[in-house]
């Protein structure tokens, strides 16, 4: 089955502009008729990008007529490319997403175009640091050498909301370093920065490979920490990391928690959508070779409201499945 871009219930003059505009440009370079949907995930060395290509098989294989291309990405640049039109599905942060869909920093307007479809697993915000660097609490990092996520991801973010919870800021920093996971884990290694801060599932990939040439220590976030910034974002949530995640981590350690959720734009037709969803399900085992926490999801706990609209395609899905 060959499908539109775009839902029916638009108008049909406008719906016929979307469909040819969004095919010119995606079908550029395709010899074999597909429709190319652009696909942000999240930046190389991180889960999200792997995770990308595995469900971009499951869709493809799924799904007649489309080709998925899968771009590197971020949780709040994904966000603003799926609003904009220069993407048509991603990978994004429950709390970037909320943010814009309310209009909220980093974001200028609100965004309209963005719907969920499923939540995939829980993420971790972690803060890493050398074991002889000194840093023990957040409230320890002043004056430190910073190696962060490039701008537009949400770890930068909530970096930034986990230093003001703690009456600091970038510019109390020593230095900071806006770059890759593997940047961030070289600065680390070779002594540039004294401590690392990401988002994503755990163990994370980055943080067991320095761990492998250094001794790190976790930096947890407690209660008052965690209560400022929900008042930032009411979106995070008490996070542990349990002891033994990490070569030499000991005990338990509380961070900040949100939710990874594919999303889509919400003129998608709404059968390429529920096809899409059907597809990432059925290859649940597949993708949680790739990302373990997706091991043991249910239609439940991906359709669980997480503040963003649902997108009928979607919630048609979960409806027949019984959880909608």
């Not at 990391?241 to 350690?253: A, F, L, R, S």
Request: one cysteine or more; aromatic letters at 8%.
């Amino acid at each position: 089955m060959k499908y539109g871009l775009v839902k029916y219930g638009l108008g049909k003059s406008l719906r016929t502009v979307l469909v040819v505009a969004l095919t010119s440009v995606a079908a550029v370079g395709c010899s074999d008729n597909s429709t190319t949907i652009k696909f942000v995930t999240g930046p190389q060395g991180g889960s999200w990008y792997p995770l990308g290509g595995a469900i971009k098989n499951r869709i493809e294989g799924r799904v007649d007529g489309i080709s998925v291309q899968v771009l590197p990405g971020a949780g709040i640049a994904n966000v603003k490319a799926v609003e904009s039109g220069k993407a048509q599905i991603g990978l994004a942060n429950s709390v970037s997403t909320v943010d814009g869909i309310n209009g909220k920093p980093p974001f200028d307007v609100k965004a309209t175009n963005i719907c969920n479809v499923a939540t995939l697993y829980p993420q971790f915000f972690q803060v890493v640091t050398l074991a002889d660097s000194g840093i023990r609490t957040p409230a320890d990092l002043k004056g430190k050498a910073l190696a962060g996520q490039q701008k537009g991801n949400t770890g930068e973010a909530i970096t930034g909301h986990m230093l003001q919870a703690y009456d600091l800021s970038f510019d109390d920093m020593s230095r900071i370093s806006f770059g890759s996971y593997t940047d961030s884990v070289t600065l680390m290694k070779d002594g540039n920065a004294q401590f690392f801060t990401l988002g994503t599932s755990i163990p994370a990939g980055a943080v067991m490979d320095l761990a492998s040439a250094r001794d790190i220590r976790l930096v947890g976030i407690p209660d008052d920490g965690l209560a400022r910034m929900q008042k930032m974002n009411d979106g995070y949530r008490r996070g542990i990391i349990p002891k033994g995640t990490y070569p030499g981590q000991e005990q338990d350690v509380p961070t900040v928690e949100y939710a990874t959720h594919f999303v889509v734009r919400c003129e998608l037709d709404e059968q390429m959508v529920y096809d899409m969803l059907d597809s990432i399900y059925e290859g649940r085992d597949d993708l949680a070779a790739i990302a373990r926490a997706i091991k043991g999801v249910t239609p439940a706990s991906m359709g669980k409201d997480i503040g963003v609209p649902m997108h009928p395609g979607a919630a048609r899905w979960y409806k027949e499945q019984g959880s909608g």
